[in-house]
């Protein structure tokens, strides 16, 4: 990748190397997103996808090689993370949501204050996006009180109300009753066909095959495989990948 594609917008890892004390876990990941580019990442449990995708908006630090978002290298010194993160949404296998509020006020929270925008500016934009994902009749309940599907819809509304260019997802469907499932890659994929640049965890090989540019694998630390989905699922070159997918398909 040259300096020029640096500039650009999207992610960039360049040689990228990880250790949890004296375990390596990330091993020389080099990979490029660019703008609007969807890639599913898959791997055995263990393999270093949440690490990997954590090291882009620094909730977890890497110790060698460089990360870009936007061209903006995460672990500079004299970079403001916040610059980085009001860049990118992040939707966690848990949801995440704050119990104790509405889930008018879990969209509004961080828009009022990281954004600094008025309740009724955050309010109406809260319920834009929660219609997005259709779940606008249920701003005044608690979480507890919505199916896992809809808390998980409300993470994403919640993440979009903070206008970010980039999403990534750890396996936002993992913790779901099956029946569930559905509804939340269905909210993905309209985002994915909206342009979002994306990365998405996951083992839901059927999305993957639908809305991802590029799958790649993981497997100990390194990105194994790297192919447009119809080749990595039908072709794959190495043997640790037919492996993988022959567990889970
Ligand atoms: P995956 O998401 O593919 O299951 P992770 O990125 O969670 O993998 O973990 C990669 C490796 O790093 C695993 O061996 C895991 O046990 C280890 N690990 C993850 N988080 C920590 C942490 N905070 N401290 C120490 N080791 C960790
Ligand atoms: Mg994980």
Redesign the pocket.
């Known amino acids: 990748m040259s300096v020029m594609d640096a500039e650009q917008d999207g992610i960039s890892f360049r040689k990228v190397n990880k250790w949890?004390?004296r375990?390596h876990?990330l091993r020389d990941i080099d990979l490029g997103v660019a703008k609007g580019e969807k890639v599913v990442v898959c791997?055995?449990?263990?393999?270093?996808?949440?690490?990997?995708i954590r090291c882009i908006n620094r909730l977890e630090e890497h110790q060698s090689g460089t990360i870009l978002v936007d061209g903006i290298e995460v672990n500079d010194n004299k970079v403001n993370i916040g610059q980085v993160r009001e860049r990118v949404g992040m939707v966690f296998q848990n949801f995440n949501l704050y119990p104790h509020l509405t889930i008018l006020d879990n969209c509004t929270l961080a828009q009022r204050w990281v954004r600094g925008r008025s309740r009724a500016e955050a309010e109406e934009r809260a319920m834009h996006y929660l219609g997005r994902v259709r779940i606008p009749d249920q701003a005044n309940k608690y979480p507890s009180q919505l199916s896992g599907g809809q808390q998980q819809r409300v993470a994403i509304a919640r993440s979009l109300c903070m206008s970010p260019d980039i999403m990534l997802f750890?396996e936002p469907t993992s913790a779901l009753d099956p029946e569930l499932v559905r509804e939340v890659l269905d909210t993905m994929a309209e985002l994915a066909s909206e342009g979002m640049t994306m990365v998405c965890?996951t083992h839901e090989m059927g999305f993957a095959r639908q809305v991802a540019d590029r799958v790649i694998f993981?497997d100990q630390?390194a990105v194994v495989e790297s192919a447009p989905p119809q080749e990595f699922f039908d072709a794959p070159k190495e043997e640790r990948t037919r492996r993988f997918l022959s567990q889970i398909l």
């Open positions: 949890f004390g375990m876990v791997g055995p449990s263990g393999s270093g996808k949440s690490t990997m750890d965890v993981m630390g």
